[in-house]
Each structure stands twice: as structure tokens, then as C-alpha cells.
């Protein structure tokens, strides 16, 4: 961010950078994502840091069935949002009827996304940090937690700041944040927390979604607790995912919906 606040640079998920199997990001292929909400700048964590030899983690051995589901996941990280292809723009159009069920679309580029919380008229630029999978993890939400959707989108619960997080954007953080935690551009898990996720990943396709709709929960839980505003969003994100490391590596939990955090969410 520059010294006036006006403006920021964010370091995307980097997928194509990112050599599976190898512990070295290739700076080189990161792209950037440039936008006006201060928030944001400082939310995105760091994509990957530089590793010496010496750093490189163990990795865990997956199943066959864990193999298979972990690859067909990663297809959904790698697939870029593109504003030409009409898949993502029904994807796109479906998210606002969804969300805004009485009000009528009048483009995919409108001053109406704003509403949602997006950062300026057009949506796609803000994909660029998540791809689309980001907008996937949108509609699962909507489609399956109306309500608990709905509640963080017009922030109809707690003392609410002055300055709130955009829910959109925030959206997309989390989809980032879940990749980098989970470790999921990986050819094996190196974490203990993203062996565990794989075990769930395993039993039901969908559970990246329904962990995105969980932690989306537990982030604004946090985000009241803390009495937070749009400059404390990094500390919110890394409290997030620190209660969301411990519920996942709980030894008595055998399914997501067991989760702590799951108890705040409702259809």
C-alpha cells in the first residue's frame, strides 16, 4: 500500500508458479491484484515464502481414493475466472439472483455488484484472486446456507463496525486463505491439518465448499468478537484460521458437520 492509502498491490494464489511436488514458488509467475479497499491489501496473506533446503516439510502419503479426490479439487483451483466463457458468466449471474432474488440484474458489469460487495462495477477483476472456484464456494453458500448467507451479506447480526468488511472480497480471501492452509496446490499434503481436510475430501467431493461456508461463519464470528474494523481484517483472518486449524486436528472429529464452527451456520 502506498503512503497515501489510496491504493494497494495484493500477491494472488499462484497455481501455475506453484510446481506440484516441488517446495519453491517461482515469483516470477505471480500475478497482482490492484484495487482501492485498504482492507484487502493487508488481508491477502503472503502467497509463498522462500524456502531453503533445509525448510522442506514432510509430506504424507495419500490413499488412492484421496489421490483421486485431491486431483480432481486441484482442477477446480487451476480454472481461472474468465468474463468470455458463458459457464462463468451464467456462475456469475446465478450468485446475484441468488443473493438478490427481488432485484433484476442489469449487466455483468454494473454498479449493482457493489451491493454485494465487490469492489468496483465489474466482479471479474476481483476473481483474479481466487478463480473460479471462489465464485463455486459463492453459490454453494447461497444455495445451501440461504439464511446464514444472508445474514453476513447485510450483516444483520452483532454490533456491526462503521467500517465493514465488502463481503464479496472477502469471500474470495477466504477461498485463498483455505488453499494456502490446506495446502492444496501440493502433489501430497505437507501439513498435518491438510492430511486431515483430505480424509473428509475423501468421504464427500463437496468439503472444500462446506469448510469455505464454515470458515466464512467463523470469520465473522470472529470478526464480532473482536469488535473489528476493515484495518484489524488480517487479524481477523489469522485468528480464523487458527481456531479453524485446531477444530479440523481435533481428535474426536470424524466429519466436518462436527466441527464447533458448523454450529453457527443455518439453512
Not at 449487466?107 to 469492489?119: A, Y
Not at 487458527?242 to 451456520?265: A, F, N
Amino acid at each position: 500500500m502506498d503512503d497515501r492509502g489510496g491504493s494497494f498491490v495484493a500477491v494472488r494464489r499462484i497455481s501455475q508458479g506453484l510446481e506440484r511436488g516441488n517446495n519453491t514458488c517461482h515469483s516470477s509467475s505471480a500475478e497482482v491484484v490492484a484495487g482501492s479497499a485498504a482492507w484487502l491489501g493487508r488481508g491477502l496473506s503472503c502467497v509463498c515464502a522462500q524456502r531453503r533446503e533445509s525448510d522442506a516439510r514432510p509430506s504424507f502419503d495419500l490413499t488412492p481414493p484421496q489421490e483421486e479426490c485431491l486431483q480432481r479439487l486441484q482442477s477446480r483451483i487451476d480454472v481461472a475466472y474468465d468474463s468470455s466463457v458463458p459457464e462463468h458468466q451464467e456462475a456469475l449471474k446465478a450468485l446475484w439472483n441468488a443473493a438478490f432474488p427481488e432485484e433484476e440484474l442489469h449487466g455483468l458489469i454494473s454498479e449493482q455488484w457493489k451491493e454485494m460487495g465487490w469492489q468496483g462495477k465489474d466482479p471479474s477483476t476481483d476473481f483474479r484472486g481466487g478463480g473460479f472456484i471462489s465464485l463455486e464456494n459463492l453459490l454453494f453458500f447461497v444455495r445451501n446456507f440461504p439464511m446464514s448467507f444472508q445474514d453476513l451479506l447485510q450483516k444483520r447480526e452483532g454490533e456491526r463496525s462503521v467500517w465493514e468488511y465488502p463481503f464479496a472480497v472477502a469471500g474470495v480471501n477466504i477461498t485463498f486463505m483455505l488453499i494456502q492452509m490446506l495446502d492444496l496446490e501440493a502433489v501430497k499434503p505437507r501439513t498435518l491439518v491438510g492430511a486431515t481436510f483430505l480424509k473428509f475430501l475423501a468421504e464427500d467431493d463437496s468439503a472444500f465448499d462446506l469448510l469455505y461456508c464454515i470458515t466464512f461463519k467463523l470469520m465473522d464470528h470472529e470478526w464480532l468478537n473482536m469488535h473489528a474494523s476493515y484495518m484489524d481484517f488480517n487479524a481477523v483472518m489469522k485468528s480464523t484460521r487458527r481456531q479453524l486449524e485446531r477444530e479440523l486436528l481435533s481428535e474426536d472429529i470424524t466429519r466436518l458437520e462436527e466441527l464447533p464452527s458448523y454450529t453457527l451456520l443455518t439453512r
